[in-house]
Antibody
């Protein structure tokens, strides 16, 4: 069974950069699938942040695109999230997940569901 | 943005009862709809995709139906381990918006 585990600081100061890593086991991320980040807060519910393909193609939610970077390290079988200039509104539980996709053509893919999730990590933005 | 609305927010049921949860999309998402179960302290668990296809290892008491804008998740006979929060998610686009969830609690 594919397993994902988030790690990183649980407390980040306002205006700084939030950095999280997702370690994947029981599956090589360089094989296939998209790998994504989702966050959950009481006010906004579950919100997709972005996804990355093992070859490096990225997709970000428009509202966060200017502050988000997702990268992949196939040698460590993990992927990472960086969210810059954080505010209290970025306080949430952050999940990493594997996202299924469907390839329509050699250049067009469509997103599908998330089939495996990590247990989540609470990140609080506070001074 | 496609808005997903779930109802009710909370459902109080007893073990053995039949449960029906609703999810409505603000515009058609075809059959691009998934359901997840979430328990406290855990990440969501995929139950249903394609509106009605059970994910691997999901018991047959869980079933999904609907297409377009109206979807339903049914639990035919509630078990103790089914008390949790259930979310729907559309994946008609990359945003993949989620509903706010329905909590199924013990009556």
């Amino acid at each position: 069974q594919v397993q994902l585990q988030e790690s990183g600081p649980g407390l980040v100061k306002p205006s700084e950069t939030l950095s999280l890593t997702c370690a994947v086991s029981q599956y090589s991320i360089s094989t296939d699938y998209h790998w994504g980040w989702i966050r959950q807060s009481p006010g906004k519910g579950l919100e997709w942040i972005g996804s990355i393909y093992h070859r490096g193609g990225t997709y970000y939610t428009p509202s966060l695109k200017s502050r988000v970077t997702i990268s992949v390290d196939t040698s460590k079988n993990q992927f990472s999230l960086k969210l810059s200039s954080v505010t209290a509104a970025d306080t949430a539980v952050y999940y990493c997940a594997r996202r299924v996709y469907k390839r329509l053509t050699t250049t067009i893919i469509v997103p599908q569901w998330f089939d495996y999730w990590g247990q989540g990590i609470l990140v609080t933005v506070s001074s | 943005e496609i808005v997903m609305t779930q109802s009710p927010a909370t459902l109080s049921k007893s073990p053995g009862e039949r449960v029906t949860l609703s999810c409505r999309a603000s515009q058609s998402v075809s059959s691009n709809l998934a359901w997840y179960q979430q328990k406290p302290g855990q990440g969501p668990r995929l139950l249903i995709y394609g509106g009605s296809t059970r994910a691997t290892g999901i018991p047959a008491r869980f079933s999904g139906s609907g297409s377009g804008t109206e979807f339903t998740l049914t639990i035919s006979s509630l078990q103790s381990e089914d008390f949790a929060v259930y979310f729907c998610q559309q994946y008609n686009n990359w945003l993949g918006t989620f509903g706010q969830g329905t909590k199924v609690e013990i009556k």
